[in-house]
């Protein structure tokens, strides 16, 4: 969806592999469509020594400063918890609609919607895309994934803002380039803008999640193998719901789990502490065992925050602890996850 968009992102004050995950995932997949950063925290600044990747993107202070780039959109570029927009953020937005560009937003909150904003954007002649708004006619789960003839791989996790969407992309990309038909599945706001394709799961009513993944692994169904972005964790008090609305409407046949080794509490929740790699696999295992004989073929560590050496170190102790292939997909490549995948088409 970002193709002829020169996008300008907006992360102000947030910019960071973590505070601001929707930017940085644009800057690494979507590079070519970004003409600035707005964020004046970091003015000149390059954004590839703040969050690793968008090398050579300047950094702007304002939008009037960014219109020199030419943009034709505004991108939000964090998803916080609760999906609400900062306050002092309303100012960029109305003044990028003031510069005839269009909106790009993954909140929750639906800006089209917004008495003031919705309104300023007619007047303009612009469009607000509000991504995380579900299409109409989602129906209920009927378990009909386990049906069909697509081999289904999901990815969970021990937490949110884990990588679960990042692996899911990269290994797609793999097993593209090794001949394989593979699709990525975006099940939220940052995959359907890179991808172009898919459903917000967390925005969509509980009771129909199940429904909404069948709904687009039945319109795949074609492809040899798809491979499905998972939420949340299903020991977050938050958004377990939503995981388990995944896995049991993907009907997965194989599971990657994603891991940061050195997290040792949800980030969101201190107290509740992070569980060993084999009681997280079990688990994973055992919620699905009912709907379908799921099993995790794979573990993608998330190594950031750690050194070559430590990171390869906690690949090794992963894989010594559950047996299974282990890689961090971005410092040492998906080729290991995609051959235990490749290993059940």
């Not at 909404?212 to 299903?234: D, K, P, S, T």
């Not at 994603?258 to 919620?287: A, D, G, M, T």
């Amino acid at each position: 969806m970002l193709e002829n968009r020169r996008v300008l992102l907006l992360t102000d004050g947030h910019l960071g592999v973590f505070t601001s995950k929707t930017a940085t995932c644009i800057l690494r997949y979507r590079p070519q469509d970004v003409v600035a950063v707005l964020d004046r925290s970091h003015v000149g600044r390059d954004p590839a020594d703040i969050v690793g990747v968008g090398r050579g993107i300047p950094i702007v202070g304002s939008v009037a400063e960014a219109m020199r780039y030419q943009p034709r959109s505004l991108l939000i570029g964090i998803a916080p918890a609760g999906g609400g927009l900062p306050d002092d953020w309303r100012q960029f937005i109305r003044a990028a609609i003031e510069h005839g560009l269009d909106i790009i937003s993954g909140l929750h909150l639906m800006l089209a919607d917004d008495p003031q904003l919705g309104p300023l954007a007619r007047r303009h002649g612009v469009t607000i895309h509000d991504v995380r708004r579900p299409p109409d006619g989602i129906p209920l789960g009927a378990n009909i994934a386990r049906t069909l003839p697509c081999k289904r791989i999901l990815t969970v996790g021990a937490d949110c803002a884990i990588g679960k969407m990042l692996v899911a992309v990269e290994l797609a990309e793999a097993l593209i380039r090794r001949g394989r038909d593979a699709r990525f599945i975006a099940t939220g706001q940052t995959g359907i803008m890179i991808s172009g394709y898919g459903i917000a799961i967390d925005r969509v009513i509980s009771d129909f999640v199940p429904g909404a993944v069948e709904l687009m692994l039945v319109e795949n169904q074609h492809r040899e193998a798809l491979i499905i972005e998972g939420q949340g964790c299903l020991i977050e008090p938050a958004y377990s719901g939503v995981t388990l609305g995944l896995m049991h409407g993907s009907a997965p046949h194989g599971m990657i789990f994603c891991h940061q080794p050195s997290r040792k509490h949800l980030r969101h929740h201190p107290e509740v502490p992070i569980l060993p790699l084999r009681e997280f696999i079990e688990l994973s295992e055992r919620v699905m065992a009912p709907l379908f004989p799921s099993r995790v073929v794979g573990i993608a560590l998330n190594c950031v925050d750690l050194s070559d050496a430590a990171a390869r170190d906690a690949v090794a102790r992963a894989e010594a602890e559950t047996g299974l292939p282990a890689t961090d997909v971005i410092r040492f490549g998906p080729d290991r996850l995609a051959e235990a995948v490749e290993a059940i088409l």
